[in-house]
């Protein structure tokens, strides 16, 4: 039994949590809207912390961006209205998914055309050196090997 304590704070030490940094005031009393704030925030990238959501972010913008998402809500836009809305004042760049459409296909595309582009040029290359002549054969014509061995006499 005295095991147990240890064994519980180190499960819940090494168990991944997912920070919420949405605070108790920003909480909408209907649990659907609240939900669907929390599906729509899950997704909107925090401008000061980058990498971060905005329902995972403790920076002020984020804190703004929520009660933004959650005051579209309560006037009724959809998802995608509440997104567009989003996207609209501060940029594609908000989004934690770009889309796939306009100049971001380029983004989407280009890891993997560059990709194919190494692998083919890196089959090219092997193939054309294991096919080149063996640099260390002994290409001398006799009037070398003759000099060469006067050399070596000396």
């Known amino acids: 039994m005295r095991w147990f304590l240890p064994i519980v704070l ?26 669907r704030a929390r599906d729509i925030s899950a997704g909107l990238r925090c401008l000061v912390c980058r990498n971060e959501s905005i329902d995972e972010s403790n ?32 940029g594609e760049f908000v989004l934690l998914r770009p889309t796939t459409d306009g100049v971001n296909i380029i983004l989407w595309v280009a890891a993997p055309v560059l990709f194919i ?6 089959g090219l290359y092997l193939r054309r050196r294991d096919s080149a002549p063996d640099p260390t054969g002994d290409g001398l014509s ?7 061995a006067e050399l070596l006499k000396e």
């Open 117 to 122: 582009i190494t692998l083919v040029s890196s």
């Open 10 to 35: 180190l499960a819940l030490l090494t168990t991944p949590h997912t920070a919420q940094a949405v605070q108790p005031d920003e909480i909408l009393e209907d649990s659907v809207l609240e939900q």
């Open 59 to 90: 920076a002020d913008l984020a804190r703004d961006m929520r009660l933004l998402v959650r005051e579209r809500l309560l006037e009724g836009d959809s998802d995608s209205e509440v997104i567009a809305f989003i996207v609209e004042r501060y």
């Open 142 to 148: 006799e009037t070398d090997r003759k000099r060469l």
